[in-house]
Structure formats: structure tokens, C-alpha cells
């Protein structure tokens, strides 16, 4: 992926949503939204 893509992520589980925008904050990438759906969570991501 080119930097500036835009990467949307469908994350399962409590204990994932919890490590996994921290792991992508710390690899440089943005965080541009979080949005709980059902069981589920969308994350969108921008690369960096």
C-alpha cells in the first residue's frame, strides 16, 4: 500500500480492539475512526 492509502479493518473481539489501533498507532499509521457494529469493529486506518 502507498502512503496515504486509506485501509479499513473488521476487528472480532474485545481483547483485539484493544491491541491492535495501538500496534498500528505505533507503526506511524493514523487512526481515523473507530466504530463498533454488532459483535464487531470497524477501524479505519491511514498509512503512513
Known amino acids: 500500500m502507498e502512503t496515504g492509502s486509506i485501509l479499513v ?3 472480532d473481539g474485545e481483547e483485539s480492539i484493544k491491541s ?3 500496534s498500528l498507532r505505533d507503526d506511524g499509521h493514523e487512526i481515523i475512526d473507530i466504530q463498533e457494529e454488532d459483535s464487531s469493529y470497524v477501524v479505519v486506518v ?3
Do not use: A, T
Open 9 to 11: 479493518i473488521i476487528i
Open 20 to 22: 491492535v489501533p495501538q
Open 46 to 48: 491511514r498509512k503512513r
